[in-house]
């Protein structure tokens, strides 16, 4: 039985003058989601702690190549550095408390931290690789994402997918993998909201009232189209309209996943 221990967002500010709240690694889910298919979003990945052998799921992560995973800097650095031989990535989960047959477990033999990094304030350059000692092999319930052009702008809404609670704060956590549609919000918006020197230009902003990626939702995929365009990175109060969630913008970081992929 895989326990039900998802991942969160959202924290409180770190060094920083205001009180909001921010992202960080705990339990999760989408707010306001609809359960996903089977193989619905094959890149989806269960980002899990093994320290004590109870392979605990507390974060997200994104398949890229078969053996090259995308997640938030914030999952594997910060107040709480994670050893890779204490981690493990799940490809091919639907529903985390039962085997469906089609997941993939790999131990992550590599950590590959955004070298400007900066936890403690504002949180930039959020994004980490992790890589396996073995290959996944791709099917129709595992397959990498596509990443977009270095620079590309993307409008409209984006998909987030992720396990976790229904609200913020709430206790009740699903099993199956939850998605939900977000209107990505403007930089100068989410800056009105956050202060104009929290939103730099390497972050998107997406969310809606009562629909929002939530606690434990760091290093989750949000996808524009066909593309990865945004990993879960910190927020507000999940669902509240005034505080979109904060997601590192994928576009801005293609050459640095190149170089180290």
């Known amino acids: 039985m895989k326990l039900l221990i998802l991942c969160l967002l959202v924290a409180s500010a770190l060094a920083a003058p205001s009180t909001i709240p921010r992202f960080r ?34 974060c997200g992560a994104i398949v890229y190549t078969p053996d090259t ?8 650095d910060g107040e709480n550095y994670y050893n890779p031989q204490n981690l493990r990535i799940v490809a091919g989960d639907y529903n985390l408390a039962t085997d469906d047959g089609t997941e993939q477990a790999r131990d992550v033999t590599l950590i590959i ?6 936890y403690n304030y504002g949180w930039e350059n959020d994004i980490a690789l992790l890589k396996v000692g073995v290959p996944l092999t791709f099917d129709k319930y595992v397959s990498g994402v ?48 956050y202060g104009f020197d929290r939103i730099i230009d390497s972050m998107i902003c997406a969310g809606a009232e009562d629909k929002a990626a939530c606690e434990g939702d760091g290093g989750t995929p949000m996808t ?3 593309y990865l365009c945004g990993i879960g990175s910190w927020g507000s109060v999940c669902g509240n309209p005034k505080y979109p969630g904060v997601y590192t913008e994928v576009s801005y970081f293609v050459d640095w996943i190149l170089a180290h992929a």
């Open 25 to 58: 690694r705990g339990h999760s889910r989408i707010v306001g989601g609809t359960d996903a298919r089977p193989g619905q979003f094959p890149y989806q990945l269960s980002l899990q702690d093994t320290t004590f052998g109870n392979n605990i799921h507390f």
């Open 224 to 226: 524009c189209g066909d």
């Open 69 to 76: 995973m995308i997640t938030a800097g914030t999952c594997v």
């Open 146 to 193: 596509t990443l977009p052009a270095q620079g590309q702008i993307f409008t409209g809404n984006g998909i987030v997918s992720g396990w976790g609670t229904l609200s913020w704060w709430g206790e009740e956590k699903p099993d199956i993998l939850q998605y939900v549609s977000l209107p990505i919000v403007s930089d100068d918006a989410c800056r009105d909201s």
């Open 113 to 118: 931290l955004h070298e400007d990094f900066d």
